[in-house]
């Protein structure tokens, strides 16, 4: 019995087209698939809005901080960086190699403005934490209501 994709709705076009596109492929090469396709989205990140902040996380195990460099521009973050190979082996044996090496780069629309110049990350235990402030014109405004 063959199965068929489930169908994800509320979701922009273009998420759509890049999932059967993940579902075409998936098809055709069955549980292997090949490497690039994994790598598109990596590092995996968690973004939160909160009130007064938005807080990113990034999976970035095996990278140094100094590895990793992060940038503002508009309300877009980039992470970028390079996570380096410990130690090149001379021999071959390998049955399965599945850890990626190499540089990375994930482009992030924020859902607001944030004050760039405030911006503070962290990395620890292989998790980069980005906490950015949100602007004064993007949080939000309580307005008392008056009764007659």
Same mark, same amino acid.
């Given at each position: ?30 549980? @292997? ?8 989205? @990596? ?23 100094? &590895?990793? &460099?992060?940038?503002?521009?508009? %309300? ?41 110049? %405030? ?14 402030? !949100?602007?004064?014109?993007? !949080? ?9």
């Amino acid at each position: 019995m063959a199965l068929l994709p489930t169908r994800r709705r509320g979701r922009s076009e273009l998420t759509r087209l890049h999932d059967e596109m993940d579902d075409l492929v998936r098809s055709f090469f069955g549980e @292997w698939e090949p490497p690039f396709f994994e790598r598109t989205r @990596w590092p995996a990140v968690d973004v939160e809005d909160k009130e007064n902040e938005v807080i990113v996380r990034a999976e970035v195990a095996g990278c140094r901080p100094e &590895d990793i &460099d992060i940038s503002v521009h508009g %309300n877009t973050l980039t992470i970028s960086g390079e996570k380096k190979q410990d130690q090149e082996k001379e021999e071959k044996g390998y049955y399965r190699s599945e850890r990626y090496y190499g540089t990375f780069r994930r482009d992030l629309m924020l859902p607001s403005d944030v004050e760039a110049e %405030n911006i503070d990350a962290t990395c620890k235990e292989g998790i980069l934490i980005v906490k950015l402030p !949100k602007a004064e014109k993007a !949080k939000p405004v309580r307005i008392k209501v008056k009764g007659q």
